[in-house]
């Protein structure tokens, strides 16, 4: 059962240009998180969708980022004209089901993209 | 707000010894508690997970973890470090499921 995919595993962008960052979740998980982690810091939540549905975007910036889950194909996280700032390393995570703190919705990691904004 | 302190940043122990790694949390309402392993340039691997029930935790590769609700905290320990341990750490916190609040992070150095 292949894990978490996330592509590209790097990226380099611009100032201004779009970055586009792309989640297959594992087989069976209808469950899509996003988390970024700046140098030096932990990560930080950013957004859940179940598929065609955003649960929770409480951790989203409110300009320039956006995420979609359709209803074939990879989530995918957004990022419009791209800054310095938004540098960092984005992970996607899956999980099987509704979050009700047992093991079946375990939160499982992909690899991550490393961003570069120049 | 939820919140998670992990206390120091960086801990070197020797091959053999004994590790601990600090986690102290904060929230409202009963957590779900994680900690999670992270090797460079790779994503997070689940270490263990606290939902309910028995508060010593055991994990993958000799790791566990005690959930002590008057304390608030939920560290971690396995009582032999090997090399292949040397990464970094992170305590997490789902207060009613979904979403983790993570710590900062903690580098655990091995030496020889």
């Known amino acids: 059962n292949a894990g978490v995919m996330q592509n590209p595993r790097h990226l380099v962008r611009r100032r201004g240009q779009e970055a586009r960052l792309r989640c297959s979740p594992m087989k069976g998980h209808s469950h899509v998180y996003w988390y970024r982690q700046l140098p030096e810091e932990g990560l930080k939540f950013m957004v859940y969708?179940?598929?065609?549905?955003?649960?929770?975007e409480s951790g989203m910036p409110k300009e320039r980022f956006s995420a979609e889950f359709p209803k074939e194909g990879p989530s995918i996280l957004r990022i419009q004209q791209v800054v310095r700032g938004d540098s960092a390393a984005y992970f996607c995570?899956?999980?099987?089901?509704?979050?009700?703190?047992?093991?079946?919705?375990?939160?499982?990691f992909g690899p991550g993209t490393r961003l570069t904004v120049l | 707000a939820q919140s998670v302190t992990q206390l120091g940043s960086h801990v070197s122990v020797s091959e053999g010894a004994l590790v601990l790694l600090r986690c102290n949390y904060s929230?409202?309402?009963?957590?779900?508690l994680f900690w999670y392993v992270q090797y460079p340039n790779q994503g997070l691997q689940l270490l263990l997970k606290y939902t309910t029930g028995a508060t010593l935790v055991k994990g993958i590769n000799g790791f566990e973890a005690e959930f002590k609700k008057s304390e608030t905290s939920f560290h971690l320990t396995k009582p032999s470090a090997h090399m292949s341990d040397a990464a970094e750490y992170f305590c997490?916190?789902?207060?009613?499921?979904?979403?983790?609040?993570f710590g900062q992070g903690t580098e655990l150095s091995v030496k020889p």
């Open positions: 997490a916190v789902s207060p009613e499921g979904g979403k983790l609040i």
């Open positions: 929230s409202s309402v009963p957590p779900y």
């Open positions: 995570a899956s999980s099987p089901q509704w979050p009700t703190g047992g093991w079946a919705d375990t939160q499982y």
């Open positions: 969708l179940q598929k065609e549905n955003i649960i929770d």
